[in-house]
């Protein structure tokens, strides 16, 4: 399967052609990671950003998460043109991503799975992963929890990245602003970027870096390294 064959759903075209979904604009954020790393991308739709992902990072591992039509059934609601009005298939946007992921991956090793996020971190081993980017649902209590989830899921040297940083309370993806707010306020996480591009950058505060369970993950990555 190509992408121009998924074409054959106007849906899918319509939503990829009518919507900007400033993928050239969000790369920058991406010179904060390295290659042959292990990262995820949470929130994937189409695949678009996964695919911008493979080409410029080279990942060793990317894991792809998302709860496609166990969230929202067998079509997307209406976010404008977005979702073609609310007529794009769930499967159709994952089998783009499914078909992008495959054609750009390279040697990495794509791990695809059919979850929300919370579950999905949860599933995961304490500091096993390198770097996140993060556009799921942007709303604050769903934010709130995968990045305190994250927080355990990281590698000592690891970062959070992601989209969509609106201060404006009025906006309708201010969730994601306020949860990193709070979370800063708690000492969990420090900001390192916020751009124009509405990308952001956390990593672990330094109290958090300090504490017991850091440290015993940092040795533990020492050894991993003096072990290859």
Request: with cysteine; net charge negative; glycine share 6%.
């Amino acid at each position: 399967m190509t992408i121009d064959a998924l074409y054959a759903h106007p849906e899918l075209y319509s939503a990829e052609h009518e919507a900007d979904h400033r993928v050239e604009a969000r790369l920058p954020i991406l010179d904060l990671v390295k290659p042959g790393t292990v990262a995820a991308e949470l929130g994937v739709f189409t695949g678009l950003f996964a695919e911008a992902i493979l080409e410029t990072v080279r990942p060793a591992v990317l894991h792809l998460v998302d709860p496609w039509w166990l969230a929202y059934g067998e079509v997307y609601p209406s976010w404008g043109a977005y979702t073609a009005r609310g007529t794009l298939p769930t499967r159709v946007a994952y089998e783009a991503a499914v078909t992008r992921a495959e054609a750009a991956r390279g040697d990495c090793e794509v791990q695809i799975h059919v979850t929300t996020s919370a579950d999905w971190l949860r599933s995961l081993p304490d500091a096993s992963l390198d770097w996140v980017y993060l556009d799921s649902t942007h709303y604050y209590k769903e934010t709130l929890d995968e990045l305190r989830l994250l927080r355990d899921k990281l590698r000592p040297d690891g970062i959070v990245l992601g989209d969509d940083w609106f201060s404006d309370p009025e906006d309708t993806h201010h969730g994601v602003f306020r949860a990193i707010h709070e979370l800063v306020r708690e000492g969990m996480w420090d900001v390192v970027r916020a751009d124009h591009q509405i990308q952001w950058a956390l990593r672990p505060a330094l109290e958090y870096r300090r504490d017991g369970r850091y440290r015993q993950a940092l040795h533990s990555r020492v050894n991993r390294l003096l072990r290859r």
